[in-house]
């Protein structure tokens, strides 16, 4: 059974500062997934990694995939108060019927 | 473009109670279909997900149904709803790409659903 575990679960971060979110998983995979939600809204789609060593960027976030240690990586730069959200990842296994697993979340606060 | 919608948006309904929670995808054909539970201040969890009409796959046992009617709608049922069924219920598309795998989720804007 595949298991994902994102820590840390919570972080609360000064404004300005950098963190980074980590993202476990325990079977191979070549395909993982993050999405920002906010409070009391749906999941909202960040970053689509396809491959090892895959990096995409938006503005502050910057996420990484390493299938070999089957981690992922969400960096924050310089975080702004406009960051403060719940990030998830999620992993899709191969030959796991269609269906992705997600991490616990990790609620980010950026205090001023 | 493609589309996901959810109604309602909100739900207030007492123990015991049926259930009705729809979900429909425009712009898309065949999509692997979703429905996913959150508990306050927790995480998802999987509850349905259907790859075709009439193909439903659970996730948990509990008192919920799902149904998929026609390829782009999604329904969440219950005949007897529990106060643990409160929670905020999203709705999720994608496409499969062969070998067991699937392009990204896109998910509805949710039904916010309290039981008293």
């Known amino acids: 059974e595949l298991k994902v575990e994102q820590n840390p679960l919570f972080l609360s971060m000064q404004e300005g500062k950098n963190y980074t979110i980590y993202c476990n998983y325990s079977t191979t995979s070549d395909r993982l997934y993050w999405y920002r939600q906010d409070p009391g809204k749906s999941l909202e789609s960040l970053f689509v990694?396809?491959?090892?060593?895959a990096v995409k960027q938006e503005g502050r976030l910057m996420a990484s995939l390493d299938t070999k240690a089957r981690l992922s990586t969400l960096h924050i730069t310089a975080a702004v108060h406009d960051l403060s959200a719940t990030y998830f990842c999620?992993?899709?296994?191969?030959?796991?019927?269609?269906?992705?697993?997600f991490g616990t979340g990790t609620r980010l606060t950026i205090i001023p | 473009s493609q589309t996901i919608h959810q109604w309602p948006a909100t739900l207030v309904q007492p123990v015991g109670s049926p259930l009705s929670l729809e979900c429909t995808v425009e712009g898309t054909s065949n999509p692997n279909l979703y429905w996913y539970r959150q508990a306050a201040g927790r995480g998802l969890q999987l509850l349905f997900y259907s790859v075709g009409i009439g193909q439903i796959s659970s996730e948990v046992p509990q008192n919920l149904s799902a149904s998929r009617p026609q390829d782009r709608q999604f329904i969440l049922s219950s005949k007897k709803l529990l106060l643990s069924d409160s929670g905020f219920y999203l709705c999720?598309?994608?496409?499969?790409?062969?070998?067991?795998?699937?392009?990204?989720?896109?998910f509805g804007p949710g039904t916010r659903l309290t039981v008293t």
């Open positions: 990694l396809l491959s090892n060593g």
């Open positions: 999720a598309w994608s496409l499969g790409v062969g070998g067991g795998l699937v392009d990204e989720q896109y």
């Open positions: 999620a992993v899709d296994m191969r030959f796991g019927n269609e269906k992705l697993t």
